[in-house]
C-alpha cells in the first residue's frame, strides 16, 4: 500500500492542488496529520476536499479552535483573526466536521498518524529531546506527525537519536528506505505553510511493503494565496510569511 502523508494544509488551496498535481495518482489513500484550517483564505474548499479524498485524518490544534474545542488563548494576534474569520466562513456542517476529527494517535496501516507528539497532540517535536520523549511513547515503529510545519523528523536506534533529513533547496525529493529495528518520527512538511525556510509546498509518500519513504517539495502560486490573504482582511503578516517559508 502507497500512502500520500499530508499535514498541516492551513487553508492553502493553490498550495494543495501543487501537491496533488506532483502526486499525480501515484498512492492508494491519503491520510493528514491535521490542521486543515487556519492562516490561509480557503477553510472551505480544503474540509470539503479533506473530507471527501482523505482516507484517515487527525485533529490539529487549529482544527480544535475552530471548531470551538480550545479557545484561542495561546495563538498570537494573527492566529486569533485568522481563527475567527475562518470560523465565520464555515457552515454548521464543515464546523460539525472539524469538531468530530478524531485525536492522534490513530492507526493506518502498521503505522500511527499523529498531530504534535504522541503523549500530547499540542506538544512541538522540534529537537532530539523532545523526539527521544517521544519516542518513549510511540505505540509501533512508525508514526508521522506534524504541528511543527518542518519536514524531517528523528529515528532512534538502539539509545541513539538523530536527525532525518529532508529536502534540500533547488531539489524536488528526497528518497531513504526505513530500517528494521529502528524507531521512525517523520514529519512530512507543511502543505499551506512551511516554516524551514523553503516556500514550497511540502509532503510525503510512504510505501508499506518497501519501507520506502521519499519527502517531496513542489512550488505553487504564492502570489494568488497572498493576494486572496489580503483581499479577506486577513493580516498581512500571513502572506508575507509565505514567500519565506518561515
Excluded at 171 to 198: F, K
Aim: with cysteine.
Amino acid at each position: 500500500m502507497r500512502f500520500l502523508i499530508l499535514s498541516d494544509i492551513h487553508a492553502n488551496i493553490e498550495a494543495l492542488e501543487a501537491v496533488m498535481a506532483d502526486a499525480n495518482g501515484s498512492y492508494d489513500q491519503i491520510v493528514c496529520c491535521g490542521d486543515l484550517v487556519g492562516y490561509n483564505p480557503d477553510p472551505a474548499a480544503i474540509v470539503e476536499w479533506t473530507e471527501a479524498r482523505c482516507a484517515s485524518v487527525i485533529r490539529g490544534n487549529h482544527d480544535k479552535v475552530v471548531a470551538g474545542i480550545d479557545d484561542l488563548e495561546w495563538f498570537n494576534p494573527a492566529a486569533q483573526a485568522s481563527a475567527r474569520w475562518t470560523k465565520a466562513q464555515l457552515s454548521s456542517t464543515q464546523l460539525e466536521y472539524l469538531h468530530n476529527l478524531p485525536q492522534g494517535p490513530r492507526a493506518v496501516d502498521g503505522f500511527d498518524i499523529i498531530h504534535g507528539a504522541p503523549f500530547d497532540e499540542d506538544e512541538y517535536v522540534v529537537s532530539t529531546e523532545s523526539a527521544a520523549d517521544s519516542f518513549a511513547s510511540l505505540r509501533g515503529e512508525l508514526a508521522f506527525f506534524g504541528h511543527s510545519h518542518l519536514q524531517g523528523g528523528y529515528f532512534q536506534k538502539r539509545r541513539h537519536v538523530g536527525h532525518l533529513d529532508h529536502v534540500r533547496a533547488g531539489e524536488p525529493e528526497l528518497t531513504i528506505v526505513l530500517e528494521h529495528d529502528t524507531l521512525y518520527l517523520v514529519n512530512p512538511g507543511s502543505v499551506g505553510q512551511p516554516r524551514d525556510g523553503d516556500p514550497r509546498a511540502a509532503y510525503a509518500v510512504y510505501d508499506t511493503e518497501s519501507r520506502w519513504l521519499q519527502f517531496r517539495r513542489v512550488t505553487y502560486d504564492i502570489e494568488l494565496t497572498a493576494a486572496k490573504i489580503r483581499k479577506a482582511g486577513l493580516p498581512d503578516v500571513l502572506g508575507m510569511r509565505l514567500f519565506r517559508g518561515q
